[in-house]
Structure formats: C-alpha cells, structure tokens
C-alpha cells in the first residue's frame, strides 16, 4: 500500500493526521479561551466533553492520530537518517535554506509529547477518565481538601495553575509547540502539492501567522490563569459557586432519595416476613451499603462546604443530617449485633 510502502504516502500521512491535530490545538485554544471570559460556559463545555459516547468516540480518535502521527515520523527519520547515511554525521555550521525547526522536529516533537503527558495527568486523567472509572465522588481527586467533579474544569485549573511550576512547564511546551507547528503547518501544505514559487512564501506566512496567534493564546491563558488561581478565584466566584452549589444539591437529593427508597423497601420486606424491628435495623444498617454512603454523603458536605462557602445548600444540610442518622444507626444496628 503506498501509504506505507513509499515515502510519499507516509509524508501524506504525516501531513493529514498533522492537519486533523492543528485544527484540534486551534479548537482547544479556542475553548480554554471561554475559561478566560465565562468560566460557567467553559464548565458546561467541559461538562458536555465528559464521558458521553461522542466524547469518547472522539477521544479515542484524537489518540490514534497522535499515535499515528508519532509512529510516522519516527519511521521518516529512521528512513532519512539511513538515506543520509555517513552523511549525517558531517558538521555543518549551517545548511542555506533549511530551517533550524526542520532540522530538529523530531526534538520539538518529543518535547510536546512530554508536555502533552503532563497535561493529561493534570487534567484528562482526572476529568474525563475518573468520570469513566467511577461516579462516586468520594473517588475524585481533591481541590483545597475536597472532592472535585469532573466536569468542573475550573477546579482543575485551580489545582493544576496554583502550582507554580505549571506555567513553566506550560510556556516550554507552548514554544516547544509554536517550532513544531510553524515548520509542520507549513509542510504539510507543502505536502499537499501547493509548493511553487508563488505559494510557498503565502503559506509559511499563513503558518507563522496561524501558529503565533494559538500559541500567543494558550500562554496568555496559562498567565491568566495562574494569576486567578493564586487568587482563588475558581473558588471564591460567585456565579461559579451557585454551578457547584447545582450540581451537589442534585446529587444530595439523589443520595437522600435512595436512602429513603432502600429503607421503605427493606421495612416492607421485614413486615412481610415477619420480622421484628429491631432485626430490620441490624440488617439494613450492618451493610456495606451504609456505611459507603456516610463516606459519600460526607464527602459531598466537604466539597460544598469549601466550594460554595458563600451559598445555604438545603439538600446538602438534608443530607449531612441523614448521614449522621444513619452513623448513630450503623453504631445502634452493631451494638445489638454485640448483645445477641
């Protein structure tokens, strides 16, 4: 097949998952630059990106591009380097015409991947892969102590942001990405057959101008949002506090309304066969069951506690009072587990 056999058909690879990836680069600088305007928006975005179907189904095509792309251009300098042979190794002050980001894209490559992992450990691992492992909210990873749902990307520019190595890190891969795309944009239009004289000039300009404005973008973002992450603000706002406050009230009310339900169901149960109250209670309330939802219930009360400091949560209230009911239940059900 010549889109591996020939190196022409792995440079067209190269330059149409190339392709695939900048407009995705230029759509994620596009939807952090909502965080910077309206975080509420960036959160429902974020939201609507978890773990739905389509958002999985285009994840998991993202990854094969960024595989691809990757095998690829290790397999083009492997072949470059043995047409090269002996070649490679004379020392040259500098070759007219050839770019210093050309001569080392496979460098500024390796630095975005490890850039790339860096970001998807602070922020895909957490956001969308947690919601995929687990909905409970007591399995979530913590910002300032508490549990953070995953589709609150604020609190995830909270926790990554305060750190104030993040920036660095963020602006080293940013430049490391701004080489890789100017040469690469570029390319591969150069790959596509638009390389005559008349051409070529427009498209680099293109390229230097596309890439610089993402680029200058994402690190604006990265300032921005370091400075509003030290300050608090995905914690203190109140607008962003009244998104959190929804989301915890909803999941209080479920909580108490399967607690209620279960407890209904297991009465009925013991009346029908008979069974006495307090074996009712030593059985509903010895398992598992109840105790995981203490856990949860008492991590929904810390998250809205320290995320909505500023909003009276009813249904959060509802629920720690539910959950210390049924703590004194649980000591209650064990204490006649001792007397018998």
């Given at each position: 097949m010549w889109l591996t056999c020939s190196s022409i058909g792995r440079k067209f690879v190269m330059a149409l998952t190339g392709t695939c990836l900048v407009l995705f680069v230029t759509f994620h600088a596009v939807m952090n630059a909502v965080a910077l305007?309206?975080?509420t928006a960036y959160n429902s975005i974020c939201g609507f990106l978890g773990a739905n179907w389509y958002a999985l189904v285009a994840s998991m095509g993202l990854a094969a591009l960024f595989i691809i792309h990757i095998i690829y251009a290790l397999w083009l300098t492997v072949q470059n380097r043995r047409a090269r042979g002996n070649d490679r190794y004379r020392v040259t002050a500098h070759t007219p015409g050839v770019e210093w980001s050309s001569k080392n894209m496979l460098v500024l490559g390796i630095v975005v991947v490890a850039f790339l992992i860096v970001h998807l450990i602070q922020f895909w691992a957490k956001m969308q892969l947690a919601e995929i492992v687990s909905h409970n909210s007591a399995d979530w990873a913590t910002v300032n102590g508490a549990p953070a749902a995953p589709e609150f990307g604020t609190l995830y520019l909270q926790l990554a942001f305060q750190n104030i190595w993040t920036p660095v890190v963020y602006i080293i891969g940013f430049i490391a990405l701004w080489f890789h795309m100017n040469h690469g944009v570029w390319s591969m239009l150069q790959t596509y057959g638009?390389?005559?004289?008349?051409?070529?000039?427009?498209?680099?300009?293109?390229?230097?101008?596309?890439?610089?404005?993402?680029?200058?973008?994402?690190?604006?973002?990265?300032?921005?949002?370091?400075?509003?992450?030290?300050?608090?603000?995905?914690?203190?706002?109140?607008?962003?506090?009244?998104?959190?406050?929804?989301?915890w009230s909803?999941?209080?009310?479920?909580m108490n309304e399967t607690l209620t339900s279960d407890f209904t169901h297991a009465v009925k149960q013991a009346q029908a066969q008979g069974i006495d109250q307090n074996e009712v209670m030593r059985q509903f309330f010895t398992d598992p069951k109840c105790e995981q939802f203490v856990a949860s219930a008492n991590a929904i009360v810390e998250a809205a506690a320290k995320q909505c400091p500023d909003l009276t949560l009813t249904a959060v209230e509802q629920l720690a009072s539910a959950a210390r009911d049924v703590e004194q239940s649980i000591e209650y059900a064990k204490s006649i587990n001792q007397n018998n």
């Open positions: 305007f309206w975080p638009w390389n005559n004289n008349t051409w070529m000039p427009r498209l680099k300009c293109i390229s230097l101008w596309w890439t610089s404005i993402v680029v200058a973008l994402f690190i604006a973002q990265a300032v921005v949002f370091t400075v509003m992450a030290r300050n608090n603000y995905y914690t203190t706002n109140v607008e962003l506090q009244q998104q959190y406050g929804e989301f909803e999941r209080a009310t479920e």
